[in-house]
């Protein structure tokens, strides 16, 4: 049962990647400038709003991908290595911008809570139906 924990990896990182990037390009079509932000030094208030919806979206995604791997058999050793594999993808993002460190603290510190999260969802909407 070894290849149930292994796809409940890929699909739960999956489905955090294709989440963000899809949230990302809503967010993109409804606020054009919001794929900008990362390449000006100086952050004008409208960008902290937008940046704050970007983070919200991650966490979303984060939870969903935590609802996922459970739902797939996935343990907390799984749920662990999405959640650090997706850091692994923030970390390099974070290499190529650099700007706005607050962001990307919040950003690393949430995924692994936001992951559990929806595993303890999952489990919590499991245990109501019984």
Request: hydrophobic share 50%.
């Amino acid at each position: 049962m070894v290849y149930k924990r292994v796809l409940s990896i890929i699909i739960g990182f999956t489905t955090i990647a294709f989440l963000s990037s899809l949230f990302a390009k809503v967010q993109g079509y409804l606020y054009p400038d919001s794929l900008l932000l990362f390449e000006h030094p100086v952050v004008k208030s409208i960008d902290v709003l937008q940046l704050i919806i970007k983070l919200l979206c991650i966490y979303c995604s984060c939870i969903a991908g935590g609802v996922v791997t459970r739902f797939l058999k996935g343990r907390n050793k799984e749920l662990s290595i999405v959640g650090v594999g997706i850091m692994i993808v923030i970390g390099w993002l974070w290499l190529n911008t650099v700007n706005l460190l607050w962001f990307w603290i919040l950003l690393l510190s949430g995924i692994l809570p936001c992951v559990f999260l929806g595993s303890k969802m999952k489990d919590y909407q499991s245990r109501s139906r019984n």
